[in-house]
């Protein structure tokens, strides 16, 4: 027995863009809306409380995909959080609100043909975007859903990397997102006045009320139904273990993110041809791109032992947990207002004249992902690659839609990347060493003293690999493009295939240097722009 269900519009996957797209078509199309989501609502309180994101990542509203061992790790897995809730990485990030560069977006169009995505065309959708607490000029606006602020109850620490990363010779960054993303400086951060900012939060709540907008959470998208290569329905199975037809007859959009998006079309017989056969999955349309070019920003976190100051080690327990509570609850200020992750760098670390490594400042330090802080007070400056040459993949384990996909990571496997960590190391150490800082390091953690990060050291290739972690920032796996080869084109249509979209993370062909989510919404609020004006 199966519950069928018809609405002009089905968004499979309820992250980011999901919200951002479900919430302009239902309040521009004139149509109805379902907004599938297989997770919940975003009712965790952990989600909401900035301070508190590592809790909302350790509970049920994070789940994980792990690779299969990858060689360029010594052969060990690479776990990649992912949200599992309405507002999808938005509600469980870390609330950096960083662009990229402008040439990214130029080499979209330039380098990988994708014209209509040039900085010139994306800039105007981040403007419209954000309701900018502090900036309002050629980069940035006043007037949009997403409050952009800057990061509140600012840590000493974080103060004094900063200060530390000048002198080691880092310019100062009054803005990332502005006319140059080089330098030192603090983050703006989707968090204000104690709440986060996530898409669903933003865009997807005023618009509740609204009669046409239907959201269904608990709801995994099983497979499309795709009838004379046109989608027409998808197949979900709802919390209850129900079976559920959600038809569209106008379109479909995928935003499940750049793992289950390629899934859902593989289970659906768009893919590549080897990776349907091996499964028995009847071929709708044959696709090879669909789930290669993945990629991630890989991080190696430089960790020192505190001495002589705290950090936030303990600041979730006992009466230091019941003064952070009381100012937040009653004041609304304090600690658990902050992001935690309040300050950072753009590095240009190979002398290009482009920043390759970004790192997160941090007065803790973050355990590997899914685990716990570190037991002690401690503080990290974590080098991140920007624009990573490594390629993965995605397959699948099962033609079983609660299956993850089968993952092969890849992350350290060209050279480049290799080097461009070993560099954002030795940076690292170099901003440890600056006078702002000698009065309050103690002993380091990771790499360790034993390890050497001069040229040649292969012990130091050894401990990133031991290392490495993702910066929770997959990509790539439907890459869009000028040529039918690419899975979706320059309106995010997929190819060969009519009534259906892709619009997330997935469609990018390169990673930009930065965080993810901006660029996200800013996508999605794209393919909203070219649906409503294909009506």
Request: glycine share 10%.
């Amino acid at each position: 027995m199966s519950v069928e269900l018809e609405f002009d519009y089905v968004i499979v996957g309820g992250g980011a863009a999901g919200c951002v797209i479900a919430a302009r078509l239902a309040a521009e199309s004139g149509g109805t809306i379902a907004l599938l989501e297989r997770g919940r609502g975003d009712t965790n309180r952990w989600i909401h409380i900035p301070a508190t994101f590592f809790k909302a990542l350790q509970s049920e509203d994070s789940d994980v995909v792990v690779s299969e061992p990858d060689e360029s790790l010594n052969d060990k897995p690479f776990p990649v959080p992912q949200g599992n809730v309405l507002g999808g990485g938005s509600s469980v990030n870390g609330m950096i609100y960083m662009r990229g560069q402008k040439r990214d977006y130029d080499d979209w169009a330039n380098v990988h043909g994708c014209h209509g995505w040039a900085y010139s065309d994306v800039l105007p959708v981040f403007c419209r975007q954000e309701a900018n607490t502090r900036f309002n000029d050629e980069f940035h606006g006043t007037q949009g859903k997403l409050v952009v602020a800057d990061p509140s109850a600012v840590h000493p620490v974080s103060r004094r990397i900063v200060a530390a990363a000048v002198s080691a010779g880092v310019p100062v960054s009054i803005d990332f997102n502005g006319a140059n993303q080089e330098g030192a400086g603090w983050y703006q951060v989707t968090a204000h006045d104690g709440q986060r900012q996530s898409a669903a939060h933003c865009f997807l709540k005023p618009e509740l009320s609204r009669e046409n907008l239907h959201v269904l959470t608990g709801h995994l998208a099983c497979r499309l139904q795709i009838k004379n290569h046109r989608a027409i329905a998808v197949e979900a199975r709802n919390a209850d273990g129900l079976d559920v037809v959600v038809k569209a007859r106008r379109e479909i959009i995928l935003s499940a993110g750049s793992f289950h998006s390629p899934k859902l079309l593989m289970l659906s017989g768009i893919g590549p041809r080897d990776e349907l056969q091996r499964h028995g999955i009847d071929i709708v349309c044959e696709a090879d791109e669909v789930g290669r070019n993945y990629q991630d920003h890989v991080g190696a976190p430089v960790t020192r032992r505190l001495k002589g100051a705290k950090g936030l080690h303990g600041a979730d327990r006992g009466l230091a947990a019941i003064k952070h509570g009381i100012d937040y609850f009653l004041l609304r200020r304090g600690l658990l207002t902050s992001n935690l992750l309040q300050a950072g760098a753009c590095v240009d670390t190979s002398d290009s004249g482009r920043p390759d490594v970004q790192y997160n400042f941090a007065p803790f330090a973050p355990g590997a992902p899914g685990d716990a802080p570190l037991g002690f007070h401690a503080m990290q400056i974590h080098p991140m690659t920007m624009r990573p040459k490594s390629r993965g993949r995605l397959g699948l384990q099962s033609k079983d839609p609660s299956d993850g996909p089968k993952f092969f990571a890849g992350m350290l496997a060209h050279e480049d990347d290799m080097d461009t960590l070993r560099r954002g190391v030795r940076w690292a150490r170099r901003m440890y060493e600056q006078p702002e800082l000698k009065d309050i390091i103690g002993q380091e953690v990771w790499p360790g003293s034993d390890i050497s990060s001069m040229v040649g050291s292969n012990r130091l290739d050894d401990a990133i690999r031991e290392h490495a972690r993702t910066i929770f920032h997959p990509a790539g796996t439907c890459r869009m493009g000028p040529t039918q080869s690419a899975v979706v084109d320059l309106a995010l249509r997929v190819n060969r295939v009519e009534g259906l979209r892709v619009a997330d993370c997935s469609v990018m062909p390169a990673l930009v240097s930065g965080n993810t989510n901006a660029p996200t919404m800013m996508i999605a609020d794209r393919v909203a722009d070219f649906i409503l004006a294909s009506n």
